[in-house]
């Protein structure tokens, strides 16, 4: 299983605790872990990802294991201890403002 981290209101939305567990079939990539994310949870389809193009959404940032990964194509492989379960794959709502 999968942990992910979902920022406050992303949770609200998906009626969860601060974690929610997938199960990603295949390799653990970020779009396997969001399209866990969006099965099980289909509220949260078009908050994360772009509907049409499944884009990471611009306020919208992901990381593990102390690591930016809002940057890295979709399919690459995330850090085997994300894979094992032992760290999350955190989605981050990015602050914007001045």
């Not at 990802?49 to 306020?59: A, E, S, Y």
């Not at 760290?87 to 403002?97: H, I, L, N, R, T």
């Amino acid at each position: 299983m999968i942990r992910v981290i979902l920022p406050v209101h992303l949770r609200t939305l998906a009626h969860s605790g601060k974690e929610v567990r997938v199960e990603v079939a295949g390799p653990v990539t970020q779009r396997g872990v969001l399209d866990a994310v969006e099965r099980d949870y289909p509220m949260l389809v078009g908050t994360i990802r772009d509907r049409t193009t499944g884009q990471r959404r611009p306020l919208v940032r992901f990381f593990a294991c102390e690591e930016d990964l809002s940057n890295e194509p979709p399919d690459a492989p995330l850090p085997e201890r994300v894979a094992r379960g032992e760290e999350p794959f955190m989605v981050v709502g990015a602050m914007a403002g001045g």
